[in-house]
């Protein structure tokens, strides 16, 4: 069965420095892969998808992720996170067919000043 | 314009009652999701209309729950007999085509608590 796997559920940082959150997925077919964004009290957003072409996709609020798939990964990263960055960030991906969503469980980001 | 839109937002039920949780989905979306979001978990997936057909339901966990979408728009989340094990934020999303590369667009979820 299909699975993604979001390697930290916790991730603290500090105003300004560089975040990387981790996701992996288990495929060996072609896949579609979205960030979703999970703020307080506020239902999920999209931050980002890959499609194809470029492996590197660039989204919202300056946040990016790359598509690697020789080693199956779709990590999220942004320079220099912000306090308002804080949230619960969702790793998913999609197969043409119905394009369920399979979601990561989540990676709960935690920007201190 | 609006969004998806979910009701109640916020529903709590005795063991054994049984429930009807609402989505209004984007105007002219074809593909309606709903999605189980347990404390702690990301969104697992229940259901998928394209229409007013179910086109996937693979993921309603038993019996006890079932949808539908009569004119291919609202759609009704039931569960009969709800256990505590049914406790948690149900979350309904709806895209335009419902292929893959699709984006789709969340409501604010129903927080079901079964006591």
């Known amino acids: 069965a299909q699975s993604v796997t979001q390697l930290d559920s916790q991730v603290p940082v500090f105003e300004e420095a560089p975040v990387e959150l981790r996701c992996n997925y288990s495929s060996s077919v072609s896949v579609y892969l979205f960030w979703y964004v999970q703020y307080p009290n506020q239902g999920l957003q999209l931050l980002l998808k890959?499609?194809?072409?470029?492996?590197l996709v660039k989204g919202i609020n300056g946040f990016e992720a790359e598509f690697n798939k020789s080693q199956t990964s779709f990590h999220l990263r942004k320079p220099s996170v912000h306090i308002s960055d804080t949230a619960e960030y969702f790793c998913?991906?999609?197969?043409?067919?119905?394009?369920?969503?399979?979601f990561g469980q989540g990676t709960e980001l935690s920007v201190k000043p | 314009g609006a969004g998806v839109s979910q009701t109640p937002s916020n529903k709590v039920t005795e063991k054994g009652k049984y429930v009807e949780l609402r989505c209004d989905p984007i105007?002219?979306?074809?593909?309606l999701y709903w999605y189980r979001q347990s404390l702690g978990q990301g969104p697992e997936f229940l259901i998928y209309f394209q229409g007013t057909g179910a086109a996937d339901d693979s993921g309603l966990p038993n019996d006890r729950f079932f949808a539908v979408r009569p004119e291919g728009s609202v759609s009704t989340l039931k569960i009969q007999r709800t256990e505590r094990g049914d406790s948690a934020v149900y979350l309904c999303a709806s895209s335009l085509t419902g292929q893959g590369f699709d984006e789709q667009y969340f409501g604010p979820g129903t927080r079901l608590t079964v006591t």
């Open positions: 105007s002219g979306h074809t593909a």
């Open positions: 998913a991906v999609a197969y043409n067919q119905g394009g369920k969503l399979i």
């Open positions: 890959y499609l194809s072409g470029s492996t």
